[in-house]
């Protein structure tokens, strides 16, 4: 395969990231086909054209149709709002097309599970969900030395992900405020804590104590189309509707290793733009993480000397997963972004995609990894409806 042609539907703050991430996939780690950025798709057309000028695509269009007509497109990121995930990857599935599609994988439970068996159906293809975070350096380094013991016996892992996007009442109604509890804070950023958790700590066996809180309660409509919604406000006078889903989320865990588990999100956590959060606590040491300080893991353990015991600083290096051939300057000190975590994601997707199999990232979650989130996520709600009751994960 000597050219594999890109395509991404959804020209907002996450659908820049991800077309950003295909045409920086070459630069880091082994070498790939070439990967031609052929459209950008955004039903608001300036937000396409403005994306595809940025990021050097071929041409932008405001249905992603299209791209499923054309026949010279290998692979297509789906960045859109959740409810739309099921249809375009059907569509672009029964085309013979590779999906990579952002969490959650998808606007319901039901559409969720359809989309897994999508999957299923086309073996040929590779279908991921985006959880990027598995691609951090820090949380991956976290994940290592929890599986090879150097923690001892895991018995508690915290978890949070506090974000501002919503702190603010005049921030305008989008899709990410519409749909049942649950699917707001909960499914954008609480999607992330879950599968970070599992990547440490191994599977979710059963949640409780669920509480779910809608804080601002209406936000007002704006005409026209909003990207992103940061910075955006409306006018005192505007028009109102409804918020309908979850500001706010926390529930308890259960790992299948008898591991607890104490989880909370937030989009309107105030002057917290973007505070993720993890703490692995085990019986021979305790290691912490934060995207405030991606660069970097705190660790305590038995190997301080005498007196000298309590967390100290770690800076990822080379040997840390991920760091070595994932920058052009690969030394401790340099640090991380969360951007970076994209391009890694395309770079393992266009290889399972070319069958590249030697030296290879681990490949990215599939779809059946993503309904199974999605699973967890609709137990938590569950346990909310019933008043923080437990639920078993199946």
């Known amino acids: ?59 932008a ?171 955006v406000s409306a006018a005192a006078d505007a028009p109102r509707e409804a918020v309908e889903n979850d500001d706010v989320a926390t529930f308890t865990a259960r790992f299948a290793s008898g591991a607890l588990g104490t989880f909370s999100c937030s989009r309107v956590a105030y002057g917290m733009p973007n505070d993720k959060a993890l703490s692995v606590m085990g019986s021979e040491g305790t290691a912490m993480w934060s995207l405030a300080r991606t660069g970097e893991i705190r660790i305590a353990d038995s190997s301080s000397p005498t007196g000298l015991g309590g967390l100290r600083q770690v800076l990822a290096s080379p040997e840390f997963p991920y760091f070595r051939d994932g920058s052009s300057m690969a030394f401790a000190g340099v640090g991380l972004n969360q951007i970076e975590q994209f391009t890694y994601q395309a770079h393992a997707f266009i290889q399972q995609v070319a069958g590249i199999t030697d030296g290879a990232l681990p490949a990215n979650a599939t779809f059946a990894d993503g309904y199974r989130e999605m699973r967890i996520l609709e137990a938590v709600a569950q346990s909310a409806r019933s008043g923080g009751g437990a639920v078993a994960i199946d």
């Open 61 to 231: 269009v405001s249905d992603w149709h299209e791209i499923a007509e054309d026949p010279s497109i290998d692979v297509v990121s789906i960045v859109v709002g959740n409810a739309l995930h099921r249809e375009i990857a059907q569509a672009m599935a029964e085309r013979g097309k590779h999906v990579l599609c952002e969490k959650p994988l998808a606007g319901t439970l039901e559409d969720a599970q359809a989309m897994a068996e999508i999957e299923a159906a086309h073996p040929d293809q590779v279908f991921a969900t985006g959880f990027t975070f598995r691609r951090n350096a820090g949380v991956a380094m976290l994940a290592k030395i929890a599986a090879d013991g150097s923690l001892g016996t895991i018995g508690h892992i915290d978890a949070h992900y506090w974000c501002d996007y919503g702190a603010d009442p005049q921030v305008p109604m989008a899709w990410r405020y519409r749909g049942p509890m649950g699917s707001g804070a909960l499914g954008d950023v609480g999607s992330h804590l879950v599968d970070s958790a599992e990547l440490i700590g191994g599977p979710i066996v059963e949640v409780s104590g669920a509480q779910l809180a809608t804080i601002i309660q209406e936000r007002p409509v704006l005409e026209g189309a909003v990207a992103g919604g940061r910075g």
């Open 1 to 59: 395969m000597e050219q594999i042609s890109v395509a991404v539907i959804g020209a907002g703050m996450a659908g820049r990231t991800h077309a950003n991430a295909w045409r920086q996939a070459q630069t880091v780690y082994g070498p790939l086909p070439k990967i031609r950025l052929a459209v950008i798709a955004d039903m608001h057309l300036p937000f396409a054209q403005d994306a595809a000028a940025h990021y050097g695509y071929e041409r």
